[in-house]
């Protein structure tokens, strides 16, 4: 007889997630998926969700692919309706869309600095807003947003004013919204990713070494890794966590 424990389980309706696209949120919507919801594969027009939602298919799973800009209030309560639909109660969503223009504090303009607060500030706050309003007609969730170690420390010689400020403004949003959203079932947390190798780590080699140098890990951290810490947070595991910075970042910060 085999001992089935369900509290790293994602039993409920359907999830959301943001920037599936992308490296972190593809690894994190297939994570999600392997684990039983219907996943709502969102990202920006002319994106790749649809070889996603084949692979989650063809792995068994269930997914759709929706094409939303996470500014836009409208596109992103369509994309929830959406997901309703297909999968029934929203109870899961990951935020991982987020962009990086990398300009020093002199030269940045205004319409860049507009650009990635647009995206990694305003767009999780949308995209909770529209997560959480469906959440409540069905007795609570569990958001997951993507900040970074950038939100807690700069990044030794990378001047980018814009995507530091926006990423600590994601992770003291999470807290906000924890605190409004706690008594009504809804628990926000945000993971911190160091180095990871996805599309937007552009870098030379040389670079990359001297990231895996500063690492205590030694090493850069693969996608995949993102999913077990966002499983946690989204699961009845942590039940009693909300608010909270979960870094993965192979011991960066503690250097
Ligand atoms: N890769 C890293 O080293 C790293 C480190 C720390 C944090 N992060 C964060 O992790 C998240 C995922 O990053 P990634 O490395 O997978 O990057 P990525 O560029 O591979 O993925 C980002 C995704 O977001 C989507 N996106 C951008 N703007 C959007 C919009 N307006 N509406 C909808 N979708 C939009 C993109 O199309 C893309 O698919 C980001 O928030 C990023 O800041 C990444």
């Given at each position: 007889m085999t001992i089935k424990d369900p509290?790293?389980?994602?039993?409920r309706g359907a999830a959301l997630v943001t920037g599936a696209a992308g490296g972190i949120g593809r690894e994190i919507a297939l994570g999600l998926a392997r684990r039983g919801p219907g996943v709502v594969c969102i990202d920006r027009a002319?994106?790749?969700?649809r070889s996603l939602v084949e692979q989650i298919r063809r792995e068994g799973g269930a997914a759709i692919a929706c094409d939303a800009d996470v500014t836009d209030e409208e596109a992103m309560a369509a994309a929830v309706a959406e997901g309703e639909r297909s999968f029934?109660?929203?109870a899961y969503a990951v935020n991982a869309a987020g962009i990086n223009i990398a300009a020093e504090a002199l030269e940045i303009t205004q319409a860049q600095w507009s650009q990635v607060v647009a995206v990694n500030m305003t767009g999780i706050l949308t995209s909770c807003q529209a997560q959480a309003r469906a959440m409540l007609r069905h007795g609570g969730g569990s958001i997951v947003n993507i900040a970074s170690m950038s939100a807690s420390i700069i990044n030794h010689k990378q001047d980018q004013v814009a995507y530091y400020a926006s990423k600590a403004g994601v992770k003291h949003m999470t807290k906000s919204l924890a605190a409004e959203w706690a008594e009504r079932g809804i628990r926000v947390n945000c993971i911190s990713p160091g180095?990871?190798?996805?599309?937007?780590?552009?870098?030379?080699e040389e670079t990359l070494a001297g990231f895996r140098r500063m690492t205590p890990m030694g090493r850069l951290a693969e996608?995949?890794?993102?999913v077990g810490p966002t499983v946690f947070l989204l699961?009845?595991?942590?039940?009693?966590?909300?608010?909270h910075d979960l870094k993965i970042d192979g011991g960066y910060t503690a250097w």
């Open positions: 509290m790293f389980e994602l039993s002319g994106s790749d969700t029934g109660a929203i180095y990871t190798i996805t599309p937007m780590l552009k870098a030379s996608a995949s890794e993102m699961s009845q595991a942590s039940s009693y966590v909300t608010g």
